[in-house]
Nanobody
Framework: QVRLVESGGGSVQAGGSLRLSCTAS????????MGWFRQAPGKEREGVAV????????YYAEAVKGRFTITLDNAKKTVELHMNNLKPEDTAIYYC???????????????????WGQGTQVTVSS
């Protein structure tokens, strides 16, 4: 059973930057995707970004495209989300997730991901 542990959340003013990290207890697959989701108060969880283990393919939600970057270090079993030019609407709990295997669909769907971290809070003030 793979465990995912996030870190790096916090509070920042609009325009600032944060880096989230997610470390997996094991990487025993080569075809899965690692992704980041977020859930703002009163809203549904939404997919933010994903990266493919096999070839490094990345996908970003329109709301974060050009501001967020997802990276993967297979040797360290770590996926990171680099967030720049943060906006108040980026305030949410951010979750790291691993896909179930096989393909995923876009926009990102929770149902395609079977392992989740505990979440880390990101707060952006105006």
């Amino acid at each position: 059973q793979v465990r995912l542990v996030e870190s790096g959340g916090g509070s920042v003013q609009a325009g600032g930057s944060l880096r989230l990290s997610c470390t997996a207890s094991s990487f025993t697959y080569s075809s899965a995707f690692m992704g980041w989701f977020r859930q703002a108060p009163g809203k549904e969880r939404e997919g933010v970004a994903v990266i493919a283990h096999e070839n490094g393919y990345t996908y970003y939600a329109e709301a974060v495209k050009g501001r967020f970057t997802i990276t993967l270090d297979n040797a360290k079993k770590t996926v990171e989300l680099h967030m720049n030019n943060l906006k108040p609407e980026d305030t949410a709990i951010y979750y790291c997730a691993k896909s179930k295997g096989g393909g995923i669909q876009y926009p990102l769907r929770e149902i395609d991901f079977g392992t989740w971290g505990q979440g880390t809070q990101v707060t952006v003030s105006s």
